[in-house]
């Protein structure tokens, strides 16, 4: 064919040389100036016909683009990671890439040591190894992590002082201390008013003020007052205001954003308005949780009786802490038990700030925990997982996963084990989700192209079993269920199969 367009371009340049003075012998002189070839004559053939592999194509419904492991949740992003990442375990039959033993240990619990076999390779060419399964383990437990692997939920020990920064039993010590000191958000007023009513009895029998401490009952509550911490106790009452104070902003947001489509009725502003200002945005906050109403003046009144006009005065978050307060008579339980459903623990915080405060000033302490003690890098190619127990469940839970390139999804400045830094910065996983849109592991096939709704793979050089036969796979959106039904000549809708498509239909 090749041969054939040449002749036809030397044709074509005879034609215009030769202008319309044509003839066979000029044009033989132009296009076969010496002897030409027989056909063929300079053709090889080897007897292997060569030929280029179909794509393989496969379908998704729902993809949205999170392509790392750690967070891949939709059909589409599942066979993404699956296409173009490496798992622990064997899913086809064929050998698996790492070696997973368990080992019993003498104190009850359980490690399971898992071995990466040589030579695994990320598809850019830097090598899959220990560190990459360290970084993957420690991004699964953070307690920053909210993807659908389960990790975090497994009896690895030393995860949860991990997550509270401390020795367990230090932690334990001062827990115990807080729950002495406050109770249901009462402090000391318990022990307050012991005194009072034994003081009061004390003096409706006529006893003299000089002799009350003769009476047990009375010399009782005033020893237990005596003894109470009240210096914690001011500083449990002070960080539980501060941050209620501080609750008034995210009560605001989280109303603005779960009830946006109510908290404009029976007003005149729009939805943008209220986004526009702050003071507005607080105003329908104090008027959705009733602790202020909007009158038909456009003034807004609180429960306690504060007045803005609301075209140069607004409630503030300060307002709207002062009348929950009062609403709530200062219990900051029950106001969290009804304000707090859907969202962080106010309280639960408040109580790790300073159990860890006190913990860090005890004289036996022994510092912060920076390290899961159950978590264990024993060479470059191996991890061990200490385990209070494990059966087949929990170490299927724990080793079907896909270990994800440190270099790709973490930061390698900040993986130090030594230095208890593991690719990114303890309980913020921000860094690492900033590139869970790529796609690139150790996987058999490469990610190389989309176009919004098809993805495109060619297979891995590095893979280690060996390049897939399969050249290419196209993965592209299930097409859509039409919502057209089928009309008979009569009218009457069915289900038409037909008995033979033609080969030129599409």
């Given at each position: 064919?090749?041969?054939?367009?040449?002749?036809?371009?030397?044709?074509?340049?005879?034609?215009?040389?030769?202008?319309?003075?044509?003839?066979?012998?000029?044009?033989?002189?132009?296009?076969?100036?010496?002897?030409?070839?027989?056909?063929?004559?300079?053709?090889?053939?080897?007897?292997?016909?060569?030929?280029?592999?179909?794509?393989?194509?496969?379908?998704?419904?729902?993809?949205?683009?999170?392509?790392?492991?750690?967070?891949?949740?939709?059909?589409?992003?599942?066979?993404?990671?699956?296409?173009?990442?490496?798992?622990?375990?064997?899913?086809?039959?064929?050998?698996?890439?790492a070696e997973i033993r368990r080992l019993y240990n003498e104190d009850g619990s359980t490690s399971v040591v898992?071995?990466?076999?040589?030579?695994?390779?990320?598809?850019?060419?830097?090598?899959?190894?220990?560190?990459?399964?360290?970084?993957?383990?420690?991004?699964?437990?953070?307690?920053?992590?909210?993807?659908?692997?389960?990790?975090?939920?497994?009896?690895?020990?030393?995860?949860?002082?991990?997550?509270?920064?401390?020795?367990?039993?230090?932690?334990?010590?001062?827990?115990?201390?807080?729950?002495?000191?406050?109770?249901?958000?009462?402090?000391?007023?318990?022990?307050?008013?012991?005194?009072?009513?034994?003081?009061?009895?004390?003096?409706?029998?006529?006893?003299?003020?000089?002799?009350?401490?003769?009476?047990?009952?009375?010399?009782?509550?005033?020893?237990?007052?005596?003894?109470?911490?009240?210096?914690?106790?001011?500083?449990?009452?002070?960080?539980?205001?501060?941050?209620?104070?501080?609750?008034?902003?995210?009560?605001?947001?989280?109303?603005?954003?779960?009830?946006?489509?109510?908290?404009?009725?029976?007003?005149?502003?729009?939805?943008?308005?209220?986004?526009?200002?702050?003071?507005?945005?607080?105003?329908?906050?104090?008027?959705?949780?009733?602790?202020?109403?909007?009158?038909?003046?456009?003034?807004?009144?609180?429960?306690?009786?504060?007045?803005?006009?609301?075209?140069?005065?607004?409630?503030?978050?300060?307002?709207?802490?002062?009348?929950?307060?009062?609403?709530?008579?200062?219990?900051?339980?029950?106001?969290?038990?009804?304000?707090?459903?859907?969202?962080?623990?106010?309280?639960?915080?408040?109580?790790?700030?300073?159990?860890?405060?006190?913990?860090?000033?005890?004289?036996?302490?022994?510092?912060?925990?920076?390290?899961?003690?159950?978590?264990?890098?024993?060479?470059d190619r191996t991890v061990a997982v200490t385990l209070e127990y494990c059966d087949d469940a929990v170490e299927?839970?724990?080793?079907?996963?896909?270990?994800?390139?440190?270099?790709?999804?973490?930061?390698m400045e900040h993986f130090d084990p030594e230095n208890n830094s593991f690719g990114f910065t303890k309980g913020?996983?921000?860094?690492?989700?900033?590139?869970?849109?790529?796609?690139?592991?150790?996987?058999?096939?490469?990610?190389?192209?989309?176009?919004?709704?098809?993805?495109?793979?060619?297979?891995?050089?590095?893979?280690?079993?060996?390049?897939?036969?399969?050249?290419?796979?196209?993965?592209?959106?299930?097409?859509?269920?039409?919502?057209?039904?089928?009309?008979?000549?009569?009218?009457?809708?069915?289900?038409?199969?037909?008995?033979?498509?033609?080969?030129?239909?599409?």
């Amino acid at each position: 064919m090749k041969r054939l367009h040449y002749i036809l371009l030397l044709w074509i340049a005879a034609v215009l040389l030769a202008g319309c003075a044509l003839t066979p012998e000029s044009v033989l002189d132009v296009v076969a100036p010496s002897e030409t070839p027989l056909p063929g004559s300079d053709l090889v053939f080897s007897g292997v016909v060569e030929s280029t592999p179909e794509p393989v194509y496969l379908t998704y419904s729902e993809m949205d683009g999170n392509f790392c492991p750690f967070w891949a949740d939709k059909d589409g992003d599942r066979m993404v990671v699956s296409l173009t990442q490496l798992c622990l375990i064997s899913k086809d039959g064929r050998p698996a890439p790492a070696e997973i033993r368990r080992l019993y240990n003498e104190d009850g619990s359980t490690s399971v040591v898992i071995t990466l076999r040589e030579g695994l390779v990320c598809s850019d060419g830097f090598p899959l190894t220990a560190d990459d399964l360290l970084f993957t383990y420690y991004v699964l437990a953070d307690e920053d992590y909210d993807g659908p692997a389960g990790i975090k939920t497994l009896p690895i020990r030393g995860l949860p002082a991990y997550w509270n920064g401390i020795d367990p039993d230090m932690y334990s010590k001062y827990v115990f201390l807080y729950d002495e000191i406050y109770k249901n958000g009462n402090y000391d007023s318990d022990l307050r008013d012991a005194v009072d009513e034994a003081r009061s009895e004390l003096q409706r029998q006529g006893v003299a003020e000089a002799r009350w401490m003769d009476n047990a009952t009375y010399r009782n509550a005033c020893g237990a007052l005596d003894n109470y911490d009240s210096a914690r106790a001011e500083e449990i009452r002070t960080a539980i205001e501060q941050a209620w104070r501080k609750d008034s902003d995210a009560l605001v947001d989280y109303i603005m954003t779960h009830y946006s489509t109510t908290i404009t009725m029976n007003t005149d502003y729009s939805i943008d308005e209220i986004w526009e200002t702050k003071g507005l945005q607080i105003m329908c906050a104090m008027r959705e949780r009733l602790v202020g109403e909007l009158r038909e003046d456009k003034t807004f009144v609180s429960l306690s009786g504060k007045t803005w006009n609301l075209v140069d005065e607004f409630p503030t978050a300060d307002d709207m802490y002062e009348e929950m307060y009062a609403l709530y008579k200062g219990d900051a339980e029950q106001y969290w038990a009804i304000e707090g459903v859907g969202r962080p623990s106010m309280l639960d915080a408040v109580e790790n700030e300073i159990v860890r405060r006190w913990a860090a000033e005890d004289p036996d302490w022994r510092g912060t925990v920076e390290s899961i003690s159950g978590i264990e890098r024993l060479d470059d190619r191996t991890v061990a997982v200490t385990l209070e127990y494990c059966d087949d469940a929990v170490e299927r839970s724990l080793t079907d996963i896909y270990v994800t390139p440190l270099h790709v999804y973490g930061n390698m400045e900040h993986f130090d084990p030594e230095n208890n830094s593991f690719g990114f910065t303890k309980g913020d996983l921000r860094q690492v989700k900033i590139n869970s849109k790529i796609a690139l592991g150790a996987g058999e096939f490469v990610y190389k192209a989309t176009d919004f709704r098809t993805v495109y793979f060619t297979a891995s050089e590095t893979y280690w079993h060996g390049k897939s036969a399969t050249e290419q796979i196209i993965l592209s959106k299930m097409p859509e269920p039409s919502s057209e039904p089928d009309m008979t000549d009569n009218g009457m809708e069915e289900n038409i199969i037909p008995a033979e498509t033609p080969a030129s239909e599409g």
